[in-house]
């Protein structure tokens, strides 16, 4: 590697934070600031370099904080402003970045913008978000269907005014209408806000919403069962986020923009990378879907690649977050669909998750960790009176089990439990077993971590995939004259890897050494050559 340094967000590795779910410092069974804070030594123990905190403004928490009643503060559940300071400063104290949440493409109803536009249709804010006249039968003004509820529309009818305005997702986030260059300029405002008190970067949701079609037409009919942020695509964005790299460029520190473009295509989500002055980084969401099979991931790494590469951008990689069931519970549920026999699923379940884990901290990109996937955790099994997401996504946001305690770490005065339950395994699956299990998911992720330190190959090295037995997926990452290679086996056999699949060769020397397997065994021998059923290892020379 020669030239100018590489901004930190390449090699970086990403926590994401869910605050409700995090840690409780105050009892109210609801994760806070404070509850972050408490626990900065535990994520610097673990080796991560930057945490992206989901949404912590004022808020009815209709999206659970992606309804923004006020973009410039913290609600009084997660904290104040001077805590979020504090935990600014404590966390760049252990070297640990700090990326927000950014939400352009929606406020919540509550907004004061949104309840100034209620007024009349003359006021100043009216035009922020978008209205349109009533069709002559009736219909909402076209046929676009909304995230969450699917069958209803992305309109709602105000009564007072006769007009409906547009809501990509619940009614009670209207969209913003970025045409007016009042909104404009005051979500770059709140950008600079948060960019003043020191944060290191932006985590921009569903901003590729942000542009719309002018004349916001019907989608075609065989899309029509399609939630229209899925499939809102437009050229007008690209320029808002030229505009938007800008005013983050014109900050010291490499501050980062990662966006959630949520287009299911990674050739239209390469896009809003433009040529290297829109995102920086954009989630790329196909094998956060991908079930567990060397097939599929080849086919993910694959078209990650070829769409990324023409243009020179930096991938991500992701297994789970807070809209999604978590990846080892994904998995097993793929396992037993498929007609694995149970029993079996059991005894796979964790070795999967483990196999993935090597992926995500070894493939070329920058990977984001979602809280509990650490320890491994599985969705809470949510009860119905439980519920409280509108899109159904309780049991990947359940509160992290810290301890094997009743509360796991949750203080519980006067019974408050937390707003939702524990996953079912907390009593034995928690932060302190597992920190006092070197055998542990978190142990691995640790030494993952630290291995990706030791060996820039593995963060920052080229790419390439090499032959490998069925049902193997191997690759190999090259800086300078350091190699690594990675291999995962995706079936219950063992599996020789024999001279003829060039490991060694094609390592460029003998013999490779097990750095990290992801059942512990072999680490610092020789490879010899097997891996085990379910295994995954990372070799360096
Ligand atoms: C994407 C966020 O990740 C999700 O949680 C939220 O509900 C929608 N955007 C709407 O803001």
């Not at 410092?25 to 991560?48: E, F, Q, S, Y």
């Not at 796979?348 to 998750?353: F, G, I, N, T, V």
């Not at 079912?424 to 990706?452: G, M």
């Not at 020789?526 to 290892?537: M, N």
Request: net charge negative; hydrophobic share 40%.
């Amino acid at each position: 590697m020669t030239g100018s340094p590489l901004p930190w967000w390449m090699s970086a590795v990403v926590y994401q934070i869910y605050p409700r779910s995090f840690a409780d410092a105050n009892g109210d069974g609801i994760g806070d600031l404070a509850g972050i804070r408490a626990h900065l030594d535990d994520l610097a123990w673990l080796g991560v370099d930057a945490i992206w905190i989901s949404p912590f403004y004022p808020s009815p928490m209709v999206d659970f904080g992606y309804d923004v009643s006020d973009y410039c503060n913290v609600d009084p559940l997660f904290g104040t402003l001077e805590e979020f300071d504090a935990l600014v400063a404590e966390a760049h104290a252990l070297d640990l970045r700090i990326i927000i949440d950014w939400v352009p493409n929606h406020t919540s109803d509550r907004h004061p913008w949104f309840l100034d536009a209620l007024t009349d249709r003359s006021n100043d804010h009216r035009n922020w978000y978008v209205w349109r006249d009533p069709r002559s039968d009736g219909l909402p003004p076209n046929n676009w269907v909304a995230a969450f509820d699917m069958s209803a529309p992305t309109w709602t009818f105000e009564e007072a005014s006769g007009q409906w305005y547009l809501h990509l997702f619940e009614s009670a986030q209207p969209d913003l209408n970025w045409d007016e260059p009042g909104v404009v300029d005051a979500m770059h405002d709140v950008l600079r806000f948060w960019l003043d008190r020191g944060v290191d970067g932006i985590r921009a949701d569903v901003v590729h919403c942000i542009g719309k079609d002018p004349q916001l037409p019907d989608n075609p009919p065989e899309l029509a069962a399609i939630p229209h942020s899925a499939l809102n695509d437009v050229p007008v964005t690209h320029q808002r986020l030229r505009d938007i790299r800008n005013l983050l460029d014109s900050y010291p520190g490499d501050r980062v923009i990662v966006g959630e473009v949520y287009l299911l295509s990674t050739d239209a989500v390469a896009t809003y990378y433009g040529n290297g002055d829109e995102l920086h980084l954009s989630f790329n969401f196909p094998p956060l879907y991908a079930p567990w099979s060397e097939p599929h991931w080849r086919r993910c790494i694959d078209s990650t690649v070829h769409a990324l590469a023409p243009r020179d951008a930096w991938p991500t990689w992701v297994l789970s977050n807070h809209d999604n069931p978590r990846h080892r519970s994904r998995y097993d549920a793929a396992a037993l669909f498929r007609g694995e026999d149970p029993a079996s699923v059991v005894r796979r379940s964790e070795l999967r998750a483990r196999c993935a884990a090597v992926m995500l901290l070894t493939l070329r990109g920058t990977p984001f960790l979602f809280q509990g996937e650490e320890m491994g955790l599985l969705d809470a099994v949510i009860p119905p009176d439980r519920v409280v997401d509108p899109g159904g996504r309780d049991g990947c946001r359940a509160p992290l089990p810290w301890d094997g305690t009743d509360h796991h770490g949750w203080i519980a005065p006067e019974g408050i439990e937390p707003w939702l339950p524990f996953p079912d395994e907390s009593s034995t699956r928690n932060y302190a077993s597992q920190r006092d299990d070197p055998d542990s998911v978190l142990h691995l992720y640790r030494r993952l971590i630290a291995c990706r330190r030791r060996h820039p190959a593995l963060s920052l090295g080229d790419f390439v995939l090499f032959d490998a037995p069925d049902g193997v997926l191997a690759y190999r990452r090259t800086v300078d004259d350091e190699v690594c290679a990675a291999l995962i086996n995706f079936t219950d056999t063992t599996v020789a890897i024999d001279h003829h699949f060039g490991i060694e060769a094609s390592l460029g020397r003998a013999p490779a050494t097990v750095a990290i397997s992801s059942d512990g065994s072999g680490e610092g021998s020789p490879f010899d050559g097997r891996l085990l059923p379910d295994q995954a290892v990372v070799l360096t020379t």
